[in-house]
């Protein structure tokens, strides 16, 4: 199950934070194609290197296996600015997203 689901969701949250496959490997200070063999199911991060990825990626182990959150860093800064808003602002803001999610 994870053979596949770890390499698809990989690269997802990394074409979602807009990084190459190469800079990502480079910046983990693994080789230029580590990410790319891992995304290509040749092979699968230790989890010193697991953790390392949610770090560079901005998510939590959690989030990264949350399949029902398809986007973990735009979420967290929904709720972060969501959380400045007074009870009114959000009242209006949770009814049109309850309507934007009833059109779907």
Do not use: H, W
């Amino acid at each position: 199950m994870y053979e596949d689901f770890v390499p698809e969701r990989l690269a997802k949250l990394r074409m979602q934070k807009g990084v190459s496959a190469r800079d990502m490997s480079l910046s983990l200070g693994q080789a230029n194609n580590y990410i790319n063999n891992v995304e290509n199911k040749k092979t699968l991060p230790s989890m010193q290197s697991f953790f390392y990825i949610c770090e560079y990626l901005g998510v939590t182990p959690q989030e990264f296996f949350d399949e029902g959150n398809p986007n973990p860093a735009a979420l967290k800064e929904f709720i972060t600015e969501a959380k400045k808003l007074d009870s009114k602002t959000m009242s209006y803001i949770l009814g049109i997203m309850k309507e934007l999610n009833n059109k779907k």
